[in-house]
T-cell receptor
């Protein structure tokens, strides 16, 4: 069974500082990995995805994530935080079942707080 | 192109009452998923439709929950009778059958509060 662990339910950074949100996964097969963001009163929006191509994945709004198989990690980073990045971030893993279909397994989410 | 829409955005009901949530997927998306997030916990899978058929309903918590997708378009999720522990945010997502990497598009969610 697959699972996702996000370290830190809340992360606080100053505007302009590095953002690092941690995600570790467990999966019995090579996974597809995703980061979603939820801004207040909005739905989940896909930030980026790893699909077994390049291990360094670039997403929207300046975010990127690196897939490290040896560490079973997929941490999300951004060099310089903006106030508008304040939101809740979810890491998710997807495995293709024998049926050919798959579902997403999410971590508990990390709330990113950005201070001026 | 319209995204996934959900109705209502909020619902407050008394324990024992019935509530029906609706999800309209992106046009042409045959895959439709329901997820739920109980406060403080992770977002959890409830069930998956392919067109009008239930592909996987292993995440449905109990028989008080009934999901339908008549005609393979919109879906409803009925909770009857509602209990306190059903409170949370219910998300709907859709994707194209055969879409690479199962990229799912999410709606804004319905926040359900059971008093």
């Amino acid at each position: 069974a697959q699972s996702v662990t996000q370290l830190g339910s809340h992360v606080s950074v100053s505007e302009g500082a590095l953002v690092l949100l941690r995600c570790n996964y467990s999966s019995s097969v090579p996974p597809y990995l995703f980061w979603y963001v939820q801004y207040p009163n909005q739905g989940l929006q896909l930030l980026l995805k790893y699909t077994s191509a390049a291990t360094l994945v670039k997403g929207i709004n300046g975010f990127e994530a690196e897939f490290k198989k040896s560490e079973t990690s997929f941490h999300l980073t951004k060099p310089s935080a903006h106030m508008s990045d304040a939101a809740e971030y979810f890491c998710a893993v997807s495995e293709i079942e024998d049926s050919g279909y798959s579902t997403l397994t999410f971590g508990k989410g990390t709330m990113l707080l950005v201070s001026p | 192109e319209a995204g996934v829409t959900q109705f209502p955005s909020h619902s407050v009901i008394e324990k024992g009452q019935t509530v029906t949530l609706r999800c309209d997927p992106i046009s042409g998306h045959d895959n439709l998923y329901w997820y739920r997030r109980v406060m403080g916990k992770e977002i959890k899978f409830l069930l998956h439709f392919v067109k009008e058929s239930k592909q996987d309903e292993s995440g449905m918590p109990n028989n008080r929950f009934l999901a339908e997708r008549t005609g393979g378009t919109y879906s409803t999720l009925k909770v009857q009778p509602a209990e306190l522990e059903d409170s949370g945010v219910y998300f709907c997502a859709s994707s194209q059958v055969g879409s690479p990497y199962n990229e799912q598009f999410f709606g804004p969610g319905t926040r359900l509060t059971v008093l």
